[in-house]
Structures are given as C-alpha cells and as structure tokens.
C-alpha cells in the first residue's frame, strides 16, 4: 500500500534511505565492484522518480535534427552582465550577496572553454519566480533567479549571485529542500546538456534530502557542495565560493538524468 506523502514522516523516509543505500553497497560488493557509480533512477524516498524514471531505453536523437527545432535560450548572445544576479532590476534583492566561482574541467582536467552555463534558483526566502511555487514565502521584485554565462578560456566561470533559501517541496510531511544553486552546461550541441545542482558547506538539511541522498556515494555526494573561500570573498559586499566541476571520468560531478524533476 502507498502511503500518502503529508502522512510520510521524515523518520520514515530517512529509514527508507538507509536501507536503500545499504542494498546498494551490499549489491555492489557482491558483484565485486567497489561501490555504485550512479544513482538509482527509482530512488522510493524521493516520491516523483517512481513515476517519472525511465522504464525503456532512451530515445536516441540526432543532433543535427534536433538542432531544427530546438529553443534559443535567451534572445541575444550572452552578455557579462548576466552572470550577476543582483544587478537584474531597479533596485539591489534582498539576502546574502554571494560570489561563486571556479572551473569546468573534462575527465584529464582539460578546460572546457567557451561552454554555456545556465544558472536558475530560489530567492532568499527560498522561492521561485514561478506558478508553480505558491508557499507563503515572500517574492523579491528585484530578483528573478535566471542567468547565464560562457566560461573563459581556462574554462574559468564567475556567478554574483544571493544565496538562495531552504524551500519545502512536499515530498513527505515536513520536506525541506537545501540550500542549491541549478547549474546547466551545454557542449556543441543541444544534446549535449548536463544539470546538476551545487549546495552549500554545513547545511542542516543533507541528511534529511532524498535528491541530495539518492546519490549512494558518498564522496560523489560531497563534490556537489561548494568550498567556502576567503579569497573569493569581497570585503563588506559578498562571501565567496570555490565549486569545480568535472564533466567526465571517474571524479566527475554527478549530473541529473535527463528525465529527472529538477525541483
């Protein structure tokens, strides 16, 4: 019997993720392989991937007729400013002015130069300005939560940004999101589109977040969450954050699958 998510407690779903991590390694050692490399697409603590995961292979598409009909993202090429979420409107948002920056590598710790990176996040109250999110937090008129960037030539990238707030997302009575950023990085292609998510160091909420918990490694787990960085900061105007990010190989930084609910 499915139990509906408001009778869900957090209990239950932390025991819920325990076990599940605790198959996956124990399946892993079995087979003789040091430990999961992904994520379990059907992760039951996070209630939507029962529904949405992929039950057949994925479709494979061709780039080049993809590339007819797919949308442009924003309406003219990529400006400096949009990589400073603050400067959007009339007047400065409200929150904890951040700076996050740091370097997009391939596998071998190559650059990749001159790749789009989209960002979208909450406010600081930790809501979106979107139809969907209607908690009783308040929206800030002077952020929007959109940007976007292309990383320089030693696939360097530089974020200003507020730091977005914990929001509640009703997967389980009492759900609360972390703290995270949404970063998108495209290749050459619009089929080459990876999301992930960047946290914060010392959140309360990792423990108790099945998204941020259905990745069963725990060192994975970890190179989602940005270090704090004295030198990135600015006196009396932002914090700084160093996040690297690795596209591929064995230390890559975990991506969402492409059917994955980005909430």
């Keep these: 019997m499915t139990i509906p998510a408001d009778q869900l407690t957090q ?13 996956h390694v124990q ?23 029962l529904l949405r995961h992929p039950t057949h292979e994925l479709v494979r ?46 596998g071998d710790g190559r650059p990749v130069r001159n790749q789009l990176v989209e960002i979208w996040q909450a406010n600081g109250s930790g809501r979106y300005v979107h139809k969907r999110d209607q908690h009783p937090a308040p929206l800030d008129p002077n952020f929007t939560g959109v940007g976007r960037l292309i990383t320089g030539d030693d696939g360097s990238y530089r974020l200003t940004t507020i730091k977005p707030g914990a929001y509640p997302w009703k997967n389980h009575r009492n759900a609360w999101r972390p703290a995270h950023i949404h970063f998108s990085f495209f290749g050459s292609a619009f089929t080459q589109r990876l999301i992930t998510q960047m946290y914060f160091p010392g959140d309360p909420l990792f423990g108790l977040d099945p998204i941020y918990q259905s990745i069963v490694d725990p060192a994975a787990r970890e190179r989602l969450v940005a270090c704090y960085d004295h030198e990135v900061s600015e006196p009396e105007w932002a914090i700084g954050y160093r996040w690297d990010v690795v596209l591929t190989g064995p230390r890559s930084t975990w991506m969402e699958p492409e059917d994955a609910d980005h909430a």
């Design 27 to 49: 399946s892993s050692r079995a087979a003789g392989s040091p430990g999961p490399v992904h994520p379990p697409r059907d992760f039951s603590a996070y209630r939507s991937t």
């Design 11 to 23: 209990d239950m779903i932390s025991a819920e993720i325990s076990r599940i991590h605790a198959e």
């Design 61 to 106: 598409a061709d780039p080049e007729g993809i590339e007819l009909a797919s949308p442009a993202f924003g309406h003219t090429d990529v400006a400096v400013e949009e990589s400073d979420l603050t400067i959007q409107h009339s007047g400065e948002p409200l929150g904890e002015r951040i700076i996050v920056t740091g370097r997009v590598l391939d």
